[in-house]
């Protein structure tokens, strides 16, 4: 991509995009309860207000996924399908090579990050009113490439939201006993996290925005073949949701009908203090 390409999607004042990576690793790769970093006004304004401007009704449009039960209630684009021109042009930057070696420098990774050209789950996301996602860690393969999920990114486009309208993007602990981290999920905000077994995340409480209104986003992942044997943490698995200390009734574990993976599942779903705790006793 050219640098006046760069120029019609980044805001001016970003510059130079590896400058700006070494700039910010630190804080990036040092960030609680999980490498994080938010950057607020990173693209060029004019471009991101047709990217709203093109954002479709995912209640009208076949082809969404939608997700509708205990753990949550949001809607999903399924690929390229309804991007509109502009859309394309920033999502397509996204899955680039400078923004690749972008967050390959934030992030640290020394596996050569890759894009989904596909958006399998990523994409435009929306939660009308009422909508939320419970607390979880995401889905640690893709589910045809098999390559390691490492790296999310979400851009929020949502408008004069405010802090009574919810929506806050919550970053929990590994013992699920806090938000470390809330983030309003205003307009021109970039969310990028690294991704395992326990980095816990999610937006749990209901949106309350005014009906008409919606919280929007795009969701972008990025893979590596193989991943650190630190990050290992046993089977693939889907999107495992967890239970915040003190919330009754907070998730709903689905049924397993192998028993391993149950056992798996369980080890996964219960806080590490809570797992000292049983052989503590056990050893008693």
């Not at 980095?199 to 309350?208: A, L, R, T």
Request: charged share 25%; aromatic share 12%.
């Amino acid at each position: 991509m050219t640098e006046s390409g760069l120029t019609e999607i980044l805001n001016g004042k970003i510059g130079n995009l590896k400058s700006l990576a070494n700039d910010l690793k630190e804080k990036y790769q040092n960030a609680y309860p999980f490498p994080n970093i938010v950057i607020d006004d990173f693209f060029n304004e004019t471009l991101l207000d047709s990217v709203l401007l093109e954002f479709p009704d995912l209640a009208k449009n076949k082809g969404v996924v939608e997700f509708d039960n205990h753990n949550e209630k949001k809607l999903a684009g399924n690929g390229e399908a309804l991007f509109g021109d502009v859309t394309k042009r920033l999502c397509h930057f996204l899955n680039s090579q400078p923004f690749l070696e972008f967050l390959q420098e934030l992030t640290g990774i020394r596996e050569q990050l890759l894009p989904d050209p596909y958006f399998v789950g990523g994409g435009h996301h929306e939660l009308k009113p009422g909508g939320y996602l419970k607390i979880h860690a995401d889905f640690n393969k893709h589910f045809d490439s098999k390559l390691d999920r490492r790296i999310n990114v979400l851009v929020y486009l949502n408008k004069d939201w405010q802090d009574s309208f919810g929506g806050f993007f919550e970053l929990w602990n590994k013992e699920m006993t806090k938000a470390e981290k809330k983030i309003l999920p205003i307009y021109n905000r970039m969310v990028i996290f690294s991704t395992t077994s326990t980095s816990y995340h999610g937006n749990p409480e209901v949106v309350n925005c005014p009906a008409g209104n919606s919280r929007k986003s795009l969701a972008f992942y990025y893979y590596t073949n193989g991943r650190p044997e630190s990050e290992i943490n046993g089977l693939e698995h889907s999107t495992l949701f967890v239970n915040r200390l003190g919330v009754k009734d907070d998730v709903e574990i689905l049924d397993i009908s192998n028993s391993g993976r149950i056992r798996r599942f369980v080890k996964i779903l219960t806080p590490p203090f809570i797992i000292m705790l049983v052989k503590k006793l056990t050893v008693r």
